[in-house]
C-alpha cells in the first residue's frame, strides 16, 4: 500500500470545491458572511438584503443616507470584499 501525507480539513474542503465546481459559488456566499465584517456593525443594522449575481453585490439598505454615503465607497469595497474572499469574485456593487 502506498502511504500519503496527511492532509487538513481545509486542503480536502478545497479539494472537494474544485472538483465539483462549487468554489465560485462558495465564494459568492463567503462574500455575503464578510459584509458585516467589512463594512461594520451600525451599516449591517440597515442592511436587508444581500447577494451576489453575475458578478455584482446586490446590497439593500433601508436607509436613504446610506446608500448615498456607500455609493462614494463603492470601488473601495469592491476591493477589500475580494481581498477578503481571497479571491475575484465581484466588480460592481449595486446599492439599491
Sequence with gaps: ????????????????????GMTS??????LCYLWP????AAVNRHTTRRYVDHGTLHVYL??????NELSFLRERLV?????????????????H
Excluded: C, W, Y
Excluded at 480536502?12 to 474544485?18: D, F, K, S, T, W
Design 1 to 20: 500500500m502506498k502511504r500519503t501525507d496527511p492532509k487538513s480539513i481545509s486542503q480536502i474542503i478545497n479539494e472537494a470545491l474544485q472538483s465539483s
Design 37 to 40: 465584517e467589512i463594512v461594520g
Design 79 to 95: 476591493e477589500q470584499l475580494n481581498s477578503a474572499v481571497g479571491a475575484h469574485v465581484i466588480d460592481n456593487i449595486a446599492i
Design 62 to 67: 433601508s436607509s436613504a443616507s446610506l446608500k
Design 25 to 30: 459559488s462558495f465564494n459568492e456566499q463567503k
